[in-house]
Every structure is written in structure tokens, then in C-alpha cells.
């Protein structure tokens, strides 16, 4: 079956440090997302790509990147970890509106 | 800036019951409506989508839009225990990724 996977689904980094979240799907979806879920704040998108080489910034882009070499991979990159992004990250892909979610990667920056 | 406001709750119903939620939104160029469910500790799942003024009903669901007051609710019917989630607005405009309201917690009492 198809799917969308991250890894690592937990990770403890130190602030400074530069930490790349893994995203993999196997649906051949063009459009890829980041969100990123904080306890009173919902889902905010970080970044997003409609396809291979396309990179657009979301509302909450700061301190963030991505790259999209093929269809199937978008890593999230933290440049210098900070404490403010310990956080719940999500990737997602979709066809149409309907998002398809992977599991989630749980970030801690101390 | 792209809003989507939503009571965070919670809101508690006895078993059986009729839940309402609902959303607002503020740009006027929204273009389709979509209602995610999350149990807690997972990823986002679509329950509906609508894109039309009027009802659409999917089983125990429908799902309500009211373009003129940028008003999109979701109603459900004979609401159980496994309902309890939260509850995602989400909006999308061409040229756009989806963005999420905070959600709303619903909680059914048995």
C-alpha cells in the first residue's frame, strides 16, 4: 500500500545543532507540506512544494528549509535548533485538497 | 493573513446527541472547506469536504457552508464516545496550501 512515512518519529536535540526531519511518500503525490502542531496553536504550515525543484515558504518559515530533489522525498531542515521549535512536525501529501498525513516526528531542543 | 477561528472547547456531549461545530474565516476568496478529525497522539484524518453553499451529509456527517457569512460548520448525528476528537477547519485557496484552524475538542459522554 501506498504511504507517507518520517523518521525519526522521535528525536532530543541540543539548541544550535542543525536537525533534518525525514519525508517519504510512495504515492507519487506533486505536492508535499510541513506543518508543524503546538499545543494551542493547531497545525501551521511551515513549508510546501507542488512538485521537484518548487519550494514556497508558509506562515511559520522562519528558521526553516527544505529541498525537493524528487517526488518522493521532502526533508525539513532546523538550520540551529532552537527551543521554541520543540514541537509535533508533520508531513503531508496530497491530491486535490485532501491532505494525507505521515505519523508525526516529535522534536525536543534543549 | 488567512484566518480560521475556531472554539477550542471543549464540547461535551451526552451520547446520542447532535454535535455542532463551527468555524469562520476571513478571506473571502476561500475556495473549498474541509473538516479533519484527530485522536489524540495521532495525524489528522478527513472526515469532509465541501466547496458549495448549502448542506453536504456523508453518513452521520454533514457538513454546512455559508459563503456570504464565511461560515462553515460540521454537524454530527447520533454522536458516540468515538467521536471523541478534535476537530480541524481547514481552507483552501488556488495557489495555496491548506490552512487550519486550532481545532475544537469534543468530548461524548456515555
Known amino acids: 500500500d501506498a504511504e507517507i512515512t518520517q523518521s525519526p518519529r522521535h528525536k532530543i536535540t541540543e539548541t544550535g545543532r542543525q536537525v533534518t526531519l525525514a519525508c517519504h511518500q510512495t504515492w507519487n503525490h506533486n505536492n508535499m507540506f510541513w506543518y508543524r502542531q503546538d499545543l494551542g496553536h493547531g497545525l501551521r504550515l511551515i513549508h510546501y512544494?507542488?512538485?521537484?525543484?518548487?519550494?514556497n515558504k508558509g506562515e511559520v518559515s522562519d528558521g526553516y528549509s527544505v529541498s525537493r530533489s524528487n517526488t518522493e522525498d521532502l526533508p525539513l531542515t532546523l538550520e540551529s535548533a532552537a527551543s521554541s521549535q520543540t514541537s509535533v512536525y508533520f508531513c503531508?501529501?496530497?491530491?486535490?485538497?485532501?491532505?494525507?498525513f505521515g505519523e508525526g516526528s516529535r522534536l525536543t531542543v534543549l | 493573513q488567512k484566518e480560521v477561528e475556531q472554539n477550542s472547547g471543549p464540547l461535551s456531549v451526552p451520547e446520542g446527541a447532535i454535535a455542532s461545530l463551527n468555524c469562520t474565516y476571513s478571506d473571502r476568496g476561500s475556495q473549498s472547506f474541509f473538516w479533519y478529525r484527530q485522536y489524540s497522539g495521532k495525524s489528522p484524518e478527513l472526515i469532509m469536504f465541501?466547496?458549495?453553499?448549502g448542506d453536504k451529509e456523508d453518513g452521520r456527517f454533514t457538513a454546512q457552508l455559508n459563503k456570504a457569512s464565511q461560515y462553515v460548520s460540521l454537524l454530527i448525528r447520533d454522536s458516540q464516545p468515538s467521536d471523541s476528537a478534535t476537530y480541524l477547519c481547514a481552507i483552501h485557496q488556488a495557489g495555496t496550501a491548506l490552512i487550519f484552524g486550532k481545532g475544537t475538542t469534543l468530548s461524548v459522554s456515555s
Open positions: 512544494s507542488y512538485g521537484v525543484q518548487d519550494t
Open positions: 465541501i466547496y458549495s453553499n
Open positions: 503531508a501529501s496530497s491530491v486535490g485538497g485532501e491532505l494525507f
